[in-house]
């Protein structure tokens, strides 16, 4: 009798071997073997490449941005884009492909810190609630279904309101963290919530109570632990969001203000001459877009990665 | 009973119930109860191992858990070595926690999956601060050992090991802190027949060794015969017969023991060939709507009158041979 093992015929005596080489899979991490799946996986890594990539350029901005942020050059505004100017320039002479860099500060500046933000209060609020469970549950719960019912984007503007109008860069952006924050970490505290619950029944949880643990051990040892790859992939999905939240807001007029870029704002100042000089808007539009293709991208290749089902098998 | 014998009691069960609510609605408005565990007096001897045994859903582990406070009581007292457990709370609790164990079912389920073997086995020293560095990593390398496995394996993770060998990094486990009693909630029945006599021995073995006194739920018969020194049957929440092994087994009085015992296998075809079966119709009644008088009266092949009415108590019906049956009380004691 042969046995057919990856397309390949084999006879009994090999089968056996392979069934031990299976017993036997070398020792590797966690971490190690995700890297591993998610290494396969061309799309997730090219979208991880460009995600670093973007982060990189963001980062030393000034150091591979051929002109300066809000330079203006009065001889060439509104060219189309060329060797000189990548995505061309504005009517001011601004090089778009400098204003897309820098913006990206903001975009991506916004939605990691906003959505690190989130992620700090809904775990910890989700693992309380879902650790105690019963009234306590209930009653955090009930409150985020509360938090649920009200308009995101209403209750943005709202807090972006009370940011007074001249108010400087850097306070608008702490303002943009603490909105997005307080709106975003609704849906991470009830997937942690949701863990924790169905995890607390599991028996190792029951083997660390029963060896005297105490609440925090089991949740930051037994708990957590066990459910980060939800909480990442949660993250690797928020940040596009807050992405495109952040846009709207600039786009509105309620983000950072002018001369600072942001994808945003970029869009809303070139929607305007969409007709003649469609690169002023396709430009951060094209941005936006790509951002948040790679981010789902990664996200979706970071949950397979993840799932430890998928181990040994591709 | 047998402390009359001038056994000395490890836990004394008296009068414990474990009712879990049945909710209803917003306000979680109480509509009835699971009576899991329902009024359960029970004795526990130092250094024997009582096998605990009954179908699935009779509520066996819930009273191994109950036992050790995973599940708080509803009523009932649990004493400990003479410690009411359910007086306890907090620290106090966790440190007791030390003297009594458990050894759970399903060995893929029992071991966290992202923590290395070491890490597991070593837990339970760094949450009661006995051992620390080159001594913990020493005190891990010992257990692992003496369970039958090599030290060296304890950079690992769980899902790297076989099943009979993720068993015994949980006895590792339950054994660090050098308890007294260990539940032992079917170890074996997640495991192929040929590990479960290895993990069966190694746990005799640590019997022997440490001085450990059990609590074996199961609902395997046969391994019961081999390694319990007394029985406790269950059925819906209640203890319906208890007694030494050879009283069991040979001279079952309960129904439900009778019916228990004539579904084991005997591996003689002439004998299986002759023995007689008692076949029980029926499930096994829900135990959040019990049925009024004995319990088992849905599926008693002998009930009477008085079975509807009246609920039999566990009574020392023989010596040192507890049954809760008025067929067998009219039949032993006129």
């Known amino acids: 009798m042969t046995v057919e093992v990856r397309g390949e015929q ?31 996986n061309k799309v997730a890594t090219v979208s991880a490449i460009y995600i670093i990539a973007l982060a990189v350029a963001a980062i030393i901005a000034p150091l591979i941005t051929p002109y300066g942020r809000d330079e203006p050059n009065f001889q060439s505004t509104r060219e189309t884009p060329s060797a000189e100017h990548f995505f061309g320039s504005d009517k001011l002479g601004r090089d778009i492909f400098t204003r897309i860099i820098f913006g990206s500060r903001v975009s991506l500046g916004v939605a990691f810190i906003g959505s690190f933000t989130a992620m700090l209060i809904g775990v910890t609020y989700g693992a309380i609630s879902g650790y105690f469970g019963g009234w306590v549950d209930d009653l955090m719960m009930r409150f985020v279904d509360l938090m649920f019912g009200f308009p995101t984007l209403l209750f943005i503007i709202l807090m972006m309101l009370i940011i007074p109008p001249n108010s400087s860069t850097g306070l608008i952006m702490v303002g943009l963290f603490v909105a997005l924050g307080l709106v975003s970490w609704l849906n991470v505290a009830r997937l942690v919530r ?31 632990p066990n459910t980060i790859g939800p909480i990442v992939i949660w993250l690797t999905l928020s940040i596009p969001g807050l992405i495109l939240v952040e846009s709207t807001l600039s786009f509105i007029g309620l983000g950072v203000k002018p001369p600072v870029p942001s994808w945003g704002g970029m869009l809303a100042e070139g929607w305007r001459a969409m007709r003649t000089l469609p690169h002023l808007a396709l430009a951060p539009g094209i941005a936006i877009t790509l951002t948040m293709i790679a981010f789902n991208f990664f996200g979706d290749g970071l949950r397979d990665a993840l799932d430890p089902m998928m181990r040994g098998r591709e | 009973m047998m402390s009359d014998n001038g056994n000395q009691a490890m836990v ?36 024997e191992t009582l096998g605990l045994v009954g179908e699935s859903g009779c509520g066996k582990s819930t009273l191994g858990r109950t036992i050790l406070n995973l599940h708080k009581p509803t009523s009932g007292t649990v004493l400990f070595e003479g410690t009411d457990l359910s007086g306890l709370s907090g620290h106090d609790l966790r440190s007791m926690r030390a003297r ?6 399903d060995p893929y389920s029992s071991l966290n999956p992202r923590m290395t073997v070491n890490a597991i086995v070593g837990e339970p020293f760094i949450i009661h601060k006995i051992a620390r560095g080159t001594e913990l990593d020493q005190r891990v390398a010992q257990l692992l050992e003496r369970v039958g496995l090599n030290p060296l394996l304890g950079t690992r993770y769980p899902h790297e090991f076989s099943g009979g060998q993720r068993q015994r990094i949980g006895i590792a486990r339950a054994l660090a802190l050098n308890p007294s009693f260990i539940v032992a909630d079917e170890p074996i029945s997640a495991l192929d027949v040929s590990i479960q006599a290895q993990v069966v021995n190694l746990l005799e073995d640590l019997q022997d060794e440490f001085d450990l006194t059990y609590l074996f739920i199961t609902h395997d018969l046969s391994m019961v015969r081999y390694i319990c020194d007394r029985v406790a049957v269950m059925y819906l929440g209640k203890i319906v017969e208890l007694g030494s092994i050879e009283d069991i087994y040979d001279n079952p009085q309960h129904p439900y023991t009778q019916a228990l015992l004539s579904a084991v296998p005997v591996p003689d075809p002439i004998v299986e060939d002759q023995r007689q079966r008692i076949i029980l119709e029926g499930d096994l009644p829900s135990p959040a709507d019990p049925p009024t008088g004995c319990n088992f009266n849905t599926r008693c092949p002998i009930a009477f009158d008085r079975c509807f009415e009246e609920e039999p108590q566990l009574k020392d019906l023989l010596p040192r041979h507890d049954i809760a049956c008025f067929a067998a009380e009219e039949r032993l004691q006129v």
């Open chain 2, 12 to 47: 004394e069960i008296t009068n414990l119930k474990k009712y879990f609510p049945v909710t209803q609605g917003l306000l979680r408005r109480v509509v009835g109860n699971v009576r899991a565990v329902d009024d359960v007096t029970l004795q526990i001897i130092k250094g």
């Open chain 1, 194 to 224: 949701g863990q924790f619950l169905s995890m607390r029944e599991k028996e190792f949880v029951e083997a660390a109570v029963a060896l005297g643990a105490s609440p925090f051990r089991i949740m930051s040892r037994h708990l957590l």
């Open chain 2, 100 to 105: 009594m164990q458990i050894i759970f079912q």
């Open chain 1, 10 to 40: 084999l006879g009994p005596t090999e089968k056996i071997i392979l069934d031990a080489d299976i017993l036997e899979r070398p020792r590797i991490s966690m971490v190690r073997d995700t890297l591993n799946r998610l290494l396969k």
